[in-house]
């Protein structure tokens, strides 16, 4: 009915049937997008089945205009309030979904024999890696953090990341910013003037992401979403974000952190307190924070000397690790241009810019070769037919390799041939039997 219809359509669900309006019009009740009521006799209301399917009109235009802005999943989240069983359904769910993010995480589900079957029909979980400029996400609510997308990004975070290079010995723990990047706000503006030193990683501490590298600022989610703030943190709050920094520092090897999150941190290397009780941004804290930075320089990196266009390759290597879990094709590129929109050259031609409003890589078509050589991209392999020519639809595709998200760019091939590229509009399980484009073509060779 139109109080389940968004919940079913996060689900997958496209078909309904009015099987239950018509059981609220003989009981003389309305179903409405929050739940069967009485009608309002002092209004004159109508519970005859024009008005019942009025009410599906109504909650079908709110379902295709949060599909439309990215926004379905906070339509969700209000709708699945309207009864226990409809929160019962999201939360086991977001379970299965977290647990198809891997192994790992399917252990710290615990899930029963009944699940490990449903989750067999996922090989992989429908997130997005990519996303249009401007979408926000918001989390306004406790059951916005059961979300799969957040935990795919602390279990990253947790076991995969990999700062830049040269980054790897002196943590810097900076608050976050309600502007997103950070790196625009006033707040963290203040605190580059204070940070002179490419070699020291700055990791922003927040909610409900625990940290967000300076490096993955620009890409989603962490630059796309909205959390309220109160100033407090909650108990699992803290302890998530210990256990991240914890788990950075045991896995990258850093020999100091310098905290100016305003959180007390106990990790097993050395800590200094730059806040010490004041706020982030009192001439005091940032003095303190200067001085820091400076004595680490000095302590860690003696003589080392480090250009913007050298990070900025170290940089670019761990977003290409990110997305695609390599950086070979990097191997010998050079940054050019001016900011915001770099570009990556490799022997003299351009393979590659990066868009931060965007928070992707524009590969070229020159890059198509190199890209395909060092696996970076995922796989479609097309059925034996005629040539390519349009976008990739469901009936053409014989099989992919690689865990294929939504916005991803993917290699298209047939009989082993390169034919080009494709942005993928589905994830990867789409991809088998579904019948409509899967993904949007980019360069044909």
């Keep these: 009915g139109p109080d389940n219809l968004a919940l079913l359509t996060w689900f997958g669900v496209d078909l309904h049937d009015l099987g239950r309006s018509r059981q609220a019009a003989s009981a003389k009740a309305l179903l409405t997008s929050s739940g069967p009521r009485r009608a309002d006799a002092s209004l004159e209301e109508s519970t005859d089945m024009d008005r019942q399917f009025a009410a599906w009109v109504d909650e079908l235009a709110n379902v295709r205009q949060a599909i439309r802005d990215g926004t379905l999943r906070e339509l969700v989240e209000r709708r699945a309030l309207n009864s226990s069983r409809l929160v019962e359904h999201l939360r086991f769910h977001d379970r299965l979904m977290r647990a198809s993010l891997g192994e790992s995480a399917a252990k710290r589900e615990q899930l029963t024999a009944e699940d490990e079957q449903a989750l067999s029909l996922l090989p992989s979980p429908p997130l997005a890696r990519k996303v249009p400029d401007g979408r926000r996400w918001r989390c306004n609510s406790a059951t916005s953090t059961d979300d799969a997308l957040i935990a795919d990004w602390v279990q990253r975070m947790e076991d995969v990341h990999t700062p830049p290079a040269a980054q790897s010995k002196v943590l810097v723990l900076l608050p976050c910013s309600k502007r997103k990047p950070y790196r625009l706000s006033n707040s963290h503006r203040s605190f580059r003037r204070s940070l002179r030193h490419w070699n020291l990683h700055e990791v922003m501490v927040t909610a409900p992401l ?20 109160t100033g407090d943190w909650g108990s699992s709050e803290l302890e998530d974000i210990t256990r991240l920094v914890r788990a950075l520092v045991s896995r990258i090897g850093y020999q100091l952190i310098i905290n100016h999150s305003g959180i007390d941190i106990d990790a097993d290397v050395e800590v200094i307190d730059t806040r010490q009780g004041e706020t982030a941004g009192c001439e005091a804290a940032l ?64 393979f590659a810019q990066w868009h931060p409003r965007a928070g992707r890589f524009a590969f070229a078509k020159a890059s198509l070769p190199l890209l395909a050589d060092t696996n970076t991209l995922s796989r479609v392999h097309l059925q034996p037919g005629p040539d390519w020519k349009g976008d990739v639809f469901g009936p053409m595709v014989d099989s992919i390799e690689g865990d294929i998200r939504v916005g991803d760019d993917v290699l298209v091939l047939r009989d082993g041939d390169l034919l080009g590229t494709a942005r993928s509009l589905a994830a990867a399980w789409e991809y088998a039997g579904s019948p409509g484009r899967l993904a949007r073509a980019k360069h044909r060779l």
Excluded at 212 to 219: F, T
Excluded at 290 to 296: H, L
Excluded at 321 to 342: I, Q, S
Aim: hydrophobic share 40%; glycine share 6%; proline share 6%.
């Design 210 to 229: 625990g940290l967000v590298p300076r490096e993955l600022e620009d890409i989603w989610p962490a630059a796309h979403y909205d959390i309220p703030v």
């Design 287 to 350: 003095a303190r924070l200067q001085q820091a930075s400076e004595d680490a320089a000095q302590r860690y990196h003696s003589g080392e000397r480090m250009s913007e266009r050298e990070y900025l390759l170290d940089k670019f290597r761990a977003l290409s690790r990110w997305y695609h879990g390599t950086d070979e094709w990097l191997a010998d590129a050079k940054v050019v241009g001016r900011p915001p929109d770099w570009k990556i050259f490799v022997a003299g031609e351009q």
